[in-house]
């Protein structure tokens, strides 16, 4: 018997109506202090959607309106802590007020999210949410 | 600490140049004796697509040659043992003579599969599928 599994993760790519790129400030190891898309681990019981609705209101206060399939992200390297695979999601939300929530120490729709180096591999998960924006 | 978490699958569609699906006989509970998606779980440090490519191989000794998402399925009901999240992959094969592995008591391209009540969501995850074929 193999007790050892991947972990399952999701992220939410959420844009506004200007361009601006949803991102919370890490307050925690890995990648401390970098900006991230909002995002976590999935629980027993929920589903990939009501996971990442979830996490997005837990850690912004935005309310998830619509889910797309950005892509699955399972490189074994893509977390320093394991191997965790992500799904990622384009969410389209409705008007809101961004707030950072308890795992986050700031949550803020960016201007210039292009400039940044995000945490793990989600410079590639945002430009891939991206292209599929232009489909 | 929550100890429990889903696990993760995947599955595999693949279709022969006469439009026949590549399905296997499940030799063990739960749907024993139906037909399913070749597909199995993911290890600990592979990737879904290595993971999607080994099951393949090891269930049908079809060898995949080009993936494509399809979706991911995490209904917390879709297996019966408990929260297993499947992604699936239209698997582009090569030419190949499909024959039982391990996990399986038949494996073979099926032409009549559109009449076939699969296991778990597997009817679904086709539909899905030759959607995407269509696109």
Redesign the interface.
């Given at each position: 018997m193999?007790t050892?599994?991947?972990?399952?993760a999701v992220d939410c790519v959420v844009f506004d109506q200007a361009g601006r790129l949803l991102l919370i400030r890490r307050k925690n190891p890995p990648f401390q202090g970098r900006y991230a898309l909002p995002g976590g681990?999935?629980?027993?019981?929920?589903?990939?959607?009501q996971a990442a609705a979830r996490e997005l209101r837990e850690e912004t206060n935005v309310q998830a309106a619509g889910l797309s399939?950005v892509?699955?992200y399972?490189?074994?390297g893509r977390d320093p802590r394991g191997?965790v695979?992500s799904?990622a999601y384009l969410v389209a939300a409705g008007p809101c007020d961004a707030r950072a929530g308890s795992d986050a120490s700031e949550a803020a729709f960016i201007a210039g999210w292009r400039d940044e180096a995000l945490a793990f591999d989600h410079n590639r998960i945002v430009a891939d949410a991206v292209a599929l924006m232009k489909q």
């Open positions: 193999d050892k599994h991947p972990l399952l681990f999935v629980e027993y019981g929920e589903t990939t959607e399939l892509g699955v399972s490189d074994p191997h695979v799904i």
